[in-house]
């Protein structure tokens, strides 16, 4: 009896233990995502912590999606459904699906900070929020730039002023039904969105399409003619309209990444590199060898596409070779005008910092509201040194942000017209007639007119 009663609690035990492996797992499984998303670059570590000191967990390549978890620092906590593992990557190397979180971007606090009732800092504190605290920021308050957050640790939602939030991910935007057809010929229509994925067939060009949704550098598309569904390279398909960007918020220096498609220019596009010191590639990857560093201005000519790197040839040397696509001006030999001397201008866009430096790195003075009246007094690179009008203040903003005031012309004034002088009539001369001859009649002397000055 005793040895039945010992076995069955022995199997207890062994159930308890086994429920306690198993528990954790279903709990882990079971959690929510905060988004969904996807790999940007052409190579990212996925490591056991949050640091590039943890030991790598696995490599994950371009366009891989993946589940968002958790923002840790400026890290995400993620899984990867093809492989099923999880771990830790840099938030700035995961583009989110906007069809998975509508909001701007998923962000972290640089500090200790109030979340405030309304987007001001009279507005009623509704808690104070730790250093490091994951967010989701959904938008900027359109007069004071605050950013409207939900925090992640505690589901409140309020607003924060943007000096005390880190953009770590950004929300890339999906394309809702847009009608559009495809630009090139050839173009495969795969069963996924990827290379690897098998080939249903080639699109010729100009076939109509419809673009259904978006996964990472692919559109998912319907044929129009055939009502066959598949992927297809984003760069070959031109939407019939242009989409809405998605609103940088207030008081933001863009970061010029591109996060997806990048756009095909016609072979034998000219162009100017738009950037200081950019690297000259073998190849369309940051794996490739670098042949040099091209000047910001230098001159040249796009010969193809390859993702997001532009194929070109150098025009004062001759030399080709590939460069990252933001890197590139195309449509333009020439660099943007720099305003001569003090040009009028205004700011056109809300809650823009004025600076100390031309750089982000510099601190800001402040933002300044769109619409308010500055003075151009120099260029520095891609900012432009101001003046406020209103304050006199002088700083640094990024030129994207100033719209200059053309000039308002001289009026040439209208030059008085000579007077033309009236003509003077010659008298007619009557001849005296002899009293025995009967004169013939006298031919009439056409009045002489003077000539018109300035004829």
Excluded: C
């Excluded at 923002?71 to 995400?76: F, S």
């Excluded at 962000?107 to 490091?132: F, H, I, M, P, Q």
């Excluded at 194929?311 to 333009?332: F, L, M, Q």
Aim: no cysteine.
């Amino acid at each position: 009896m005793k040895r039945r009663v010992l076995i069955r609690a022995a199997a207890a035990l062994m159930s308890l233990a086994l429920l306690a492996v198993l528990l954790p797992q279903a709990v882990a499984h079971a959690e929510t995502a905060l988004a969904t998303g996807y790999v940007n670059t052409a190579k990212l570590n996925m490591r056991s912590g949050a640091g590039t000191g943890n030991s790598i967990v696995e490599s994950l390549k371009k366009d891989t999606a993946v589940n968002v978890y958790e923002v840790v620092g400026t890290w995400l906590r993620i899984d990867v459904p093809s492989s099923g593992k999880s771990g830790f990557v840099s938030g700035k190397y995961i583009s989110i699906n906007a069809s998975s979180l509508t909001a701007y971007a998923l962000g972290v606090t640089s500090g200790k900070v109030n979340l405030r009732k309304e987007a001001t800092s009279k507005s009623d504190s509704l808690a104070v929020v730790a250093k490091n605290s994951g967010v989701t920021i959904y938008s900027a308050d359109k007069t004071t730039g605050w950013y409207k957050v939900k925090v992640h640790s505690t589901a409140q939602e309020g607003y924060i002023s943007p000096t005390y939030v880190k953009i770590v991910s950004k929300v890339v935007g999906s394309v809702d039904s847009k009608a559009g057809y495809i630009n090139a010929n050839g173009v495969n229509l795969r069963s996924g969105a990827g290379s690897s994925y098998s080939s249903q067939g080639t699109l010729a060009k100009n076939t109509a399409v419809t673009v259904t949704g978006t996964s990472g550098s692919w559109y998912k598309i319907s044929v129009t003619g055939t009502s066959k569904t598949g992927y297809v390279y984003a760069t070959y398909v031109t939407l019939n309209t242009t989409a809405t960007p998605t609103p940088t918020p207030v008081g933001m220096t863009p970061t010029p990444t591109p996060t997806g498609v990048t756009p095909t220019p016609a072979s034998g596009t000219t162009g100017v590199i738009n950037a200081a010191d950019v690297n000259f590639r073998t190849g369309p990857a940051t794996t490739y060898t670098s042949q040099g560093k091209l000047a910001k201005n230098t001159a040249v000519t796009i010969i193809g596409t390859s993702g997001s790197w532009y194929k070109i040839t150098v025009t004062s040397s001759g030399k080709t070779g590939y460069v990252y696509a933001t890197y590139v001006t195309a449509g333009s030999t020439t660099p943007t005008a720099t305003p001569a001397g003090s040009s009028a201008g205004k700011i056109n866009a809300i809650g823009v910092n004025f600076r100390t430096g031309p750089s982000t790195s510099y601190t800001s003075l402040g933002l300044l509201g769109k619409d308010t009246a500055v003075t151009v007094i120099g260029t520095s690179g891609k900012w432009y040194k101001i003046t406020v009008n209103s304050t006199g203040k002088t700083g640094y903003v990024y030129a994207t942000y100033v719209t200059l005031t053309p000039a308002t012309p001289t009026p040439t004034p209208t030059p008085t017209p000579t007077p033309t002088p009236t003509p003077t009539t010659a008298p007619t001369v009557t001849p005296t007639a002899p009293a025995t001859i009967t004169p013939s009649a006298p031919a009439t002397v056409s009045p002489t007119t003077s000539s018109s000055a300035g004829s």
